[in-house]
């Protein structure tokens, strides 16, 4: 099953600085206090939280906006587990939104939290809360819910914002509303939610093995940005990035085939990976378990394979199914570049196969396949708002 990073929030204490380690050696997520109002955009004014609509006097700022932004970072974390949140912060008819739901009392709103964990387990990452207006918090998250319900456990992923409108006679939040990344049209009720949930809830394959650890930052329509954590591979050269060549010899090493004789534990995905956009060098490549280092591996037995740490970093990921042929992967990966550079990230040359079924033994509608392009930088604060 897929390897994420454990649920440990921690307020961030810096500057924000993420960057692809491969690059630099800083890749932490922090945030820098003080917060900076945004300019005033289209966007923005479409956030305006509904504060608005409650109190005349919903001008008057709040007294101090920093302990309630301590209170968020202290709180939040809390949200699905069984301390919960303090509902003593709230108004008594705090008024919820999202795209696809809506509730105009605390109760409403306790009873939201508490059906999503019953239909889902779900994991709450907290990025960053700051204050975006007077009267006004923006909290960014993501959120993963495995639908526990249904037999293949489908996993739903949402990420975006949550702005929290305070009162600012007695300083309880009385409004909270949720925009998705993965959609445009955040009002309630968006049809366009409704699909991109459905959608989610498609059959993917997923063994249950390792993979590399990562976290999920954004998600898009259209791909994900996640967050890889550095994991050790063993690779040989290969020929196409939709082949299979080496791919006897590499998996050889994790059977016996090694100095030691070690059988090794199998892990998914199988990568190969185009290094040049012209596709002219490629490796295919084998994750070895986490608890494995460098400095613990056997050297393999053919002089052709190697052993390699890939330092992680941030990667652009867009999934599919069916059988990965040469053609199918080059439209994935020059349709994800292109949204890419559209959204104005920058990615390095080249992409990366990630294959997690064995194509003899799962059907091909319901395999698993990613397309990889490695982010020279990214920044999360740029997506904020």
Not at 162 to 186: A, E, L, R, T
Not at 307 to 316: I, N, P
């Amino acid at each position: 099953m897929a390897t994420r990073l454990p649920n440990q929030i921690s307020r961030p204490n810096s500057h924000l600085s993420i960057t692809n380690s491969q690059q630099s050696k800083s890749t932490g997520i922090s945030f820098r206090p003080p917060f900076k109002l945004p300019k005033s955009t289209g966007k923005l004014a479409l956030k305006c939280s509904l504060v608005d609509q409650q109190s005349p006097s919903s001008t008057e700022p709040v007294g101090d906006i920093k302990k309630l932004v301590d209170f968020l970072y202290e709180d939040l974390p809390h949200l699905f587990d069984d301390q919960g949140i303090d509902a003593t912060m709230y108004d008594e008819n705090v008024k919820f939104r999202d795209p696809i739901t809506k509730h105009d009392s605390i109760g409403g709103y306790l009873f939201n939290i508490k059906l999503l964990k019953k239909l889902f387990t779900p994991d709450f990452q907290l990025h960053s809360v700051k204050q975006t207006g007077p009267n006004e918090i923006t909290t960014r998250w993501t959120m993963i819910m495995p639908f526990v319900i249904l037999p293949w456990k489908p996993e739903l992923v949402f990420t975006g914002t949550s702005v929290m409108g305070i009162n600012p006679k007695n300083q309880k939040f009385c409004s909270h509303v949720d925009y998705w990344d993965s959609i445009k049209n955040n009002d309630y009720f968006s049809v366009e939610g409704l699909l991109d949930v459905i959608k989610q809830l498609r059959i993917y394959k997923t063994p249950d093995l390792e993979t590399p650890k990562y976290q999920i930052l954004k998600r898009t329509a259209t791909y994900e940005i996640r967050k890889y954590f550095p994991f050790v591979i063993v690779e040989k050269k290969g020929e196409k990035l939709a082949g299979s060549t080496g791919f006897n010899d590499v998996a050889g090493y994790i059977f016996g085939k090694n100095s030691t004789k070690e059988k090794i534990a199998m892990t998914t995905p199988v990568f190969t990976q185009a290094f040049d956009k012209e596709q002219s060098n490629i490796s295919i490549q084998i994750v070895l378990p986490s608890e494995k280092d460098l400095s613990s591996l056997p050297e393999p037995e053919l002089e052709a394979l190697s052993l390699r740490k890939v330092e992680g970093g941030f990667a652009v990921v867009s999934k599919f199914s069916g059988k990965p042929t040469d053609e199918v992967v080059a439209e994935k990966e020059k349709s994800l570049r292109r949204a890419v550079l559209r959204d104005g990230l920058n990615p390095e040359e080249g992409c990366m196969l990630a294959r997690y079924n064995d194509p003899g033994r799962t059907r091909s509608f319901i395999m698993r396949n990613e397309v990889l392009i490695w982010l020279k930088d990214f920044t999360l604060e740029q997506n904020f708002l």
